[in-house]
């Protein structure tokens, strides 16, 4: 493992990065950033990118890798364009989707921020094939953002995480539907911390969770304001697999901050806001897809073994 300042390095910056930027594009787009992530069951590495034109509002659009890192093809026009005359909660575009496959429903679950006249929801679509989209309508009602299903029903129900915002804190919540349509049994799941730390007052779910065998492990941002700007970092907690709402082990540190240049100068400077992730075949590579300053994609890898062994080196109960 390599350090930094002493500190060990989790995951590691692909020399190629960024991976992606607006000049990859079949047509005009001002940004490409904080893109979900899956693999096909062929193998190939979807994206599915927030892109964000010159008005500021965004659309997604999805990008195929035969390899993950480079060749990409992106789609010749938009994949998923709001539709605010049916759905007038994405009246100012859709932004940060990050996609689960839900195995009961042979399909991939696509949450992500609808910017509706009453701030920033949350909606969740789902797709086969990344073409066509049913959508499921807004899910949580404003300000909640940074959503992501589980990828199987706990004690029957789907559950769904997300981040209200909330003048006490920002904090992690998770809630549960027997049909993705109706939620409810909202419980409390990771909160902000408060004070000096990196992940005070605004916290929230950056990738989807990772199953593994000791949990869920989730990689979530915490937001520090300071007198230059936000600055967005990565921590993890782990969460019980029966019993998601139950954090197990929370780490101190933060693991992965804005450094490198592209994450620290775009149109949202100090960002790493990662939405998506895949594993190898090895079941321990992971791949971290993000977004850098609001700007570009780039890609870290990380083990997760050594994910679980800094949380238990570094963590404490929570
Ligand atoms: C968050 C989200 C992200 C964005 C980040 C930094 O609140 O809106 O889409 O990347 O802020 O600007």
Known sequence: MTRHRGYAELLHRHASNPILTAGDWPYPVHTVFNPGATLLPDGTTLLLCRVEDRRGHSHLCAARSANGVDGWVVDDEPTMLPDPVEY??????????????????????????????????????????????????????????????????????????????????????????????????????????????????????????????????????????????????????????????????????????????????????????PCGYTIGADGDTIRIYYGAADTCVALATGSLRELLAWLTRNGQAC
């Not at 007038?88 to 932004?95: M, V």
């Not at 915002?165 to 909202?186: A, F, K, Q």
């Open 88 to 273: 007038p909660e994405e009246l100012w575009g859709i932004e940060d989707p990050r996609i689960t496959f839900v195995e009961e429903l042979g399909k991939y679950a696509v949450a992500y921020t609808a910017f509706s006249r009453g701030g920033p929801g949350v909606a969740l679509a789902l797709t086969e094939d990344f073409r066509s989209f049913q959508r499921c309508g807004l899910v949580m009602q404003p300000d909640d953002k940074d959503a992501a299903l589980l990828p199987r029903r706990i004690d029957g129900n789907f559950a769904l995480i997300h981040r209200p915002m909330h003048e006490l804190g920002t904090h992690i919540w998770i809630s549960v539907s027997p049909d993705l349509r109706n939620w409810g049994g909202h419980r409390l799941m990771l909160q902000a911390r408060r004070g000096a730390w990196w992940d005070a007052n605004k916290v929230g779910l950056s990738p989807p969770l990772i199953a593994t065998e000791q949990g869920w492990l989730m990689i979530y941002h915490g937001v520090r304001h300071t007198a230059a700007g936000a600055l967005y970092r990565l921590g993890l907690a782990l969460f019980a697999l029966d019993k998601p709402a139950v954090c197990l082990a929370r780490g101190d540190s933060w693991m992965f901050g804005p450094e490198a240049s592209y994450e620290c100068n775009g149109d949202v400077g100090k960002v790493a806001f």
